[in-house]
Structure formats: structure tokens, C-alpha cells
């Protein structure tokens, strides 16, 4: 019993261009962007309000934000770690930001140099800003599954931060697979235990192909009855605070599978590969998009 329409949130301008070292200049992040919302994708994640002393490729927010052609049908969002992230991204008028907190303390002082306590007394205050300012407001809860630095994470250490994203306002949740650690039998244990215990809670899945169980991962979700995953196109990603983290699971080769099995995503297939693989020649270097490899070899791109 797999749900009839699924939503894709595409975060290559912020997740996947993130881990790039040379510096993509703005107009071609927003031209990215545009090519996207052609193809389809009515969900994008598209900049970082963080220190550009963390990361830089990323500085350019404000700007990004600024250039995008206003769209009513399409989702615009962008992540922040602390409160003056949240004030950047008020100030910029973006209609949609994303709170993250990770699960595990390793995790959090390294991608944001405090505390989960820290993070989370923040949060509500970050939540009220927004709420105040008509931003809609999503949590994302990093290390969801697994971390690098720790190991398994306990689900209660996962529902300390579910519990608090949901009391701050948050009614949509996405669990994020960073380090991609997770297998299918988590995945569904997890979103058993959740589903149950909030049940007015929307939940995303966010994974990571490390050990290239990013769809069997997807597929385990889609059985939960999860409706929204996210995505980068051409499997671009990984975060700057593992070590050797790898890209999401590829936008084109997820639309692929969902298409295999008969689900509606409102997605163009054949504009997505062109997508990856212009960026594949600006980056330089091979994408992991195996459908992209595939086009390819069959002379299509």
C-alpha cells in the first residue's frame, strides 16, 4: 500500500553546492534554481542563512533569495542553525525556513559549535521570530539515523528534539539520514514509533547515498506512508562536518523510481538528467547520478 502522490524537496542549491570549494557564482546558483522549477520541482531548498566563515559557498544568501523569480507555485526555503541566521533569513523575505538540530552532541558542536540544550532554547525563541513574521517554519532533525562521531542513536535521544520542534510550532518534521547510516528496518522502526506518537506531525525523509541504500531507504518510507523526501540533483551533497560524508540520493534517479512504480511526482524525468548533467560539466567532475551514467552511455546527454 504505497501513497498514490509523492513530494520531492530539492536541496542541491543548498546541501549539494554547499560541499563545493570553487565558489559558484550567484546568477548561475539562481539559474540552477529556475531550471528546477522548469522541470517540475514545486519544493526547493534553496540557500543556507550560516556563517560564510563555515561555509562559504553559501554567502551569497541574501542575494540568491533576492534574485529568485517570485512563483506561487513553487516552495521556497532555506535553512538556519541559530537565531541570527533567523533574523538574515526574516530580513530577506524568504517565505519558508527549515530549523535544524542535531541528534547527537558530537554532531552539534561541530556543525553549529553548541549543545543540543543550547540549540533547542534557541529554537523557540527562532520559532516565535518567525511565526511572528509569517515565515512558515519546518524542523529537520540531523543524524537522524545514525552518526559518525557516536554511533546508533537512541530514539529517545531523537524524540527530545521531535518533542521540542513540535512545541515550538513545527508541524512538518524531516528526519535527516546525514552520515547515510541507515538501513530499511530502522527506517521503519523509527517512523512506526513517531507516527504513532505525533500524529499531527508531517514527516519528511532526507537520506544520504553513502553506502548506496539511499531508495532501499526511500522505499521503506514510502511503505510508512511518508509522502515527502528530499532530494539533490545529480547526487551532488554531503556535509562539511563529517568526514568523507557522500551526496543525496540523486533527484533524477529517485523521480526514476517512483515513476517505476507507478507514483506521481509531477517531475520531468528528461529535463532532471540535462539538469545534472550541465552540472556535471560546470563542477568539473563525475556526479554519482547513476541515471545519468545511463544517459550517457545510451548517447542521450
Not at 518567525?130 to 529537520?140: D, H, N, S
Not at 546525514?178 to 519528511?204: C, K
Amino acid at each position: 500500500m504505497l501513497p498514490v502522490k509523492v513530494w520531492i524537496r530539492e536541496v542541491g542549491p543548498r546541501d549539494g553546492l554547499q560541499m563545493e570549494k570553487k565558489f559558484i557564482p550567484t546568477e548561475r546558483k539562481v539559474s540552477l534554481i529556475g531550471s528546477l522549477v522548469e522541470a517540475g520541482l514545486k519544493k526547493i531548498e534553496v540557500t543556507s542563512f550560516v556563517n560564510p566563515k563555515a561555509v562559504a559557498q553559501l554567502k551569497d544568501a541574501e542575494e540568491v533569495v533576492r534574485l529568485l523569480k517570485a512563483n506561487d507555485q513553487v516552495e521556497f526555503s532555506a535553512l538556519v542553525l541559530n537565531k541570527r541566521g533567523m533574523e538574515r533569513a526574516v530580513a530577506s523575505g524568504i517565505p519558508e525556513v527549515v530549523l535544524v538540530v542535531s541528534a547527537t552532541e558530537t554532531h552539534s558542536l561541530r556543525n553549529g559549535g553548541r549543545s543540543i540544550s543550547q540549540v533547542l532554547q534557541e529554537m523557540s525563541r527562532m520559532a516565535r521570530l518567525g511565526a511572528k513574521e509569517g515565515i512558515r517554519l519546518r524542523g529537520a532533525v540531523a543524524v537522524a539515523f545514525g552518526c559518525p562521531f557516536e554511533g546508533e542513536v537512541p530514539v529517545a535521544a531523537l524524540e527530545r528534539v521531535v518533542g521540542a520542534m513540535s512545541e515550538s510550532g513545527s508541524r512538518q518534521i524531516t528526519l535527516a539520514d546525514t552520515a547515510g547510516l541507515a538501513s530499511p528496518v530502522q527506517v521503519r522502526r523509527v517512523l512506526q514509533f513517531f507516527r504513532d506518537q505525533y500524529r499531527d506531525i508531517a514527516w519528511g525523509l532526507h537520506f544520504h547515498d553513502t553506502r548506496g541504500l539511499a531508495l532501499v531507504n526511500v522505499y521503506a518510507g514510502l511503505e510508512e506512508g511518508v509522502t515527502l523526501f528530499e532530494s539533490s540533483v545529480g547526487g551532488l551533497g554531503g556535509c562539511p562536518f563529517i568526514p568523507n560524508a557522500a551526496g543525496n540520493v540523486a533527484t533524477e534517479d529517485l523521480v526514476n523510481m517512483l515513476a517505476m512504480l507507478g507514483l506521481e511526482t509531477g517531475v520531468d524525468l528528461e529535463k532532471l538528467v540535462k539538469i545534472a548533467g550541465e552540472l556535471e560539466s560546470l563542477l568539473g567532475r563525475t556526479l554519482p547520478s547513476r541515471l545519468l551514467r545511463l544517459s550517457e552511455q545510451a548517447g542521450c546527454v
